[in-house]
């Protein structure tokens, strides 16, 4: 079964599927764990799992609703499908779902299944491969067969994958790596040609779940603004100053974070220059030669103060920093970002975005939960499925 076919199979069970959640109040503990199942794994459990939901959400016996959402997760149905669909967005431009597994889905997936803390996506060196010999094509740092194999395959990823440093893979050094940011996946679709502001925006969009329009701010300093942006476009320096800066004042100073990375497309490969800016940080410098010239990958969150602020950023972190590592910590660590993972497992589960005030109040009670336990997004999808499948 190709992934495209799982994946609408999977869409359309799930959708005649949420019909059933308007069932009234009082539907059974049965009708209940069934809700439950369809929703986290997007397959109807055998009758034993059924059993055991049912057991585990009847307040009469021991367990609760979690637990039954636990025994719905350790279906292999819930990693190949549920969570491959989640993150397969997040890996490429069109933020389409119709791609191959990579090693960014990957790594989402066995961060997930292993309770490793999510805040950490963004900057650890980490990644998820295949057991060693369960299909023939090694992981390597140039081409994706690796992870292709595996979906062809259709490999259980709930006990076939394992934890690999991704310095091991690409060859970074690990202080280099930088969680999902580092990915062959991302690399390829984000430190392409271009200046490297793509892999910030998408960064941005996928996982504080902001567009560069939603946090536009022309308030701030423009000095860190490169020689790349003209001050007058067209000729005419207002469209600069109403709009072109209120992105590239908050953008450009944290971009510079990837001053160091390219996608090498001869090599297939993430490319890595210790020292040495790449040269196309200083594309069209020319437009406007008085502006910012990149020396090196020092970062400063400029967002931090003004209108952005309200994203939240850790105050126990300085806000500044060397290279993609510092900086996924800073962005990592922001309550837009806990508050992003929360939101677009509620969309997956519920089928829809919050929207109305119990809505609104159990996504912050399930931020506050993911925060303050150690970053589990099996509990977010765990309390989320629970919420929907209602009383």
Known sequence: MTSRFRYLFHVACVALLSTVFLTPANAGYREQAKQLHDRLAGVPP???????????????????????????????NFYNVTLKNFAAPWTNRDRSVFVPLNDYIATVIGMIRDDEPFNELLSRDITYVGRAGVVSAAPSANNNDHYEQLETDNINLRDELEFAPQSSINGLPSAATAGI????????AFFIAGTNRAMFRFTLLNHLCNDMEQVHDPSLPPDRIRQDVSRSPGGDSRLFLNSCIGCHTGMDPMTQAFAYYDFDEASGAL??????????????????????RTPDDSWDNYWRRGQNSYLGFDPLR??????????????????????????????????????????????????????????????????????????
């Open 46 to 76: 055998s009758e034993s799992v059924l059993q055991q939901m049912e057991d585990a959400i009847n307040p009469a016996l021991p367990g609760n609703a979690n637990t039954a959402a636990d025994i719905a997760m350790n279906n292999v």
């Open 181 to 188: 940011i580092t990915s062959r996946a991302a690399s390829e």
């Open 271 to 292: 490319q890595y220059t210790a020292g040495s800016v790449q040269p196309k940080y200083f594309n069209n410098d020319l437009n406007f030669p008085q502006g910012f």
């Open 318 to 391: 300085s806000g500044s920093g060397q290279g993609a590592k510092s900086l996924g910590e800073e962005l990592g660590n922001s309550y837009a970002f806990a508050a992003c993972q929360v939101k677009k497992v509620f969309r997956t589960i519920c089928l829809r975005s919050p929207e109305d005030d119990s809505d609104r109040t159990r996504v912050d009670q399930i931020i506050t939960t993911f925060r303050g336990t150690g970053y589990r997004m099996k509990q977010v999808f765990a309390d989320t499925a629970t919420y929907c499948m209602g009383p």
